[in-house]
């Protein structure tokens, strides 16, 4: 389990979505929502959910990536890729 607030890893990983100002505006005055400050960042950012099996030597062995945020892996996916190694 990793947690990255400031998402410098999904940053690495490519899985971070930095809000456009259009959004960032309707986050802000429309939603009452301020995702910097909620984040304790500078910006605007929201993590792509992604799963990742990564082994002792850093290789990644499985991953799991949908910018649809309501699909995500099902637990029993990762117990199966698990007993695959």
């Avoid at 690495?12 to 809000?19: A, G, I, M, P, Q």
């Avoid at 950012?45 to 990644?60: C, K």
């Amino acid at each position: 389990m990793l947690s990255d607030p400031n998402g410098r890893v999904a940053d690495r990983y490519n899985v971070l979505f930095e809000l456009p100002d259009y959004l960032q505006n309707t986050f802000k005055n429309i939603l009452k929502r301020d995702l910097a400050e909620f984040n304790k960042t500078d910006r605007w950012i929201l993590p792509v959910p992604a799963t990742y099996m990564i082994d002792r030597e850093g290789i990644i062995r499985f991953a799991h990536v949908n910018p649809d945020f309501m699909k995500r892996l099902e637990p029993q996916e990762m117990i199966d890729q698990l007993k695959k190694l």
